[in-house]
């Protein structure tokens, strides 16, 4: 199992490689680097868990909010840090959506082998297939 740093570096490099010259890559990386940040607090939140999304996504900004005012003190580092992290969560840019697309197939990598019915397998196989066709 790798840890939520592992995670959140892997994401930075995958979304560097863009040839998209659309996307502000500077940002796409700072994105990555944040995006997953409120976990270091809260821990990886999975639906199998049974906590709501609506619960998830409070834990999850009340961690950003103590990150950003408590530890950081209101920085402007911090504030860039909040941003980004928001934007990723509402998705609400290019750059948001686009670095969406690696850690959906970080989930897809880990899940896969797991599955155990050959036709569910499959399904698996076909949806890597389309998600490498559009990344």
Sequence with gaps: MNSIS???YRMSILVMCTADSRLDVSK??????????AEAQVGDISPREGIPKAEKRRLEAEAIHNFVHEMLH????AQRMCALWQEYEEGTSA???FVKGPDLQGFFDSSI????HPE?????RDLMCRIS???
């Design 133 to 135: 066709r559009i990344s």
């Design 28 to 37: 796409c990386v700072m994105m990555a680097l944040v995006h997953d940040l």
């Design 113 to 116: 082998p797991h599955l155990r």
């Design 74 to 77: 209101d920085s402007p580092a």
């Design 6 to 8: 592992d995670h959140m």
């Design 95 to 97: 750059e948001a959506r």
């Design 120 to 124: 569910v397998q499959q399904w698996g």
